[in-house]
Nanobody, 115 residues
Framework: QVQLVESGGGLVQAGGSLRLSCVAS????????MRWYRQAPGKERELVAG???????NYANSVKGRFTISRDNAKNTMYLQMNNLNPEDTAVYYC?????????WGQGTQVTVSS
């Protein structure tokens, strides 16, 4: 059983910054890849960024140059540093962990960016 808990969301003005955290706990037998997704009202969930166990990263084109994904394996924690936020970034952000063939999800944290 794996549990993921996101934190760090909130309300910010356009141009501001937030740092999201995702802490994994429980029985983690493999730690292949972690990802951040987001879902805005009325839209499909989309991939924001991913990071491998070795630190290789990838980003959606919409966030390249503004967001940075990282992980601290000693703390079983993943981060998403979000800079220069705009209203289009408003969404619920979800943490996902791939452990072998299993996908685990957090409950999400709300990010709201005002203009």
């Amino acid at each position: 059983q794996v549990q993921l808990v996101e934190s760090g969301g909130g309300l910010v003005q356009a141009g501001g910054s937030l740092r999201l955290s995702c802490v994994a706990s429980g029985s983690i037998f493999s730690f292949d890849r972690m990802r951040w997704y987001r879902q805005a009202p009325g839209k499909e969930r989309e991939l924001v960024a991913g990071i491998s166990s070795g630190g290789t990263t990838n980003y959606a084109n919409s966030v390249k140059g503004r967001f940075t994904i990282s992980r601290d394996n000693a703390k079983n924690t993943m981060y998403l540093q979000m800079n220069n936020l705009n209203p289009e970034d408003t969404a619920v952000y979800y943490c996902a962990l791939d452990s072998g063939l299993r996908r685990s999800w957090g409950q999400g944290t709300q990010v709201t960016v005002s203009s």
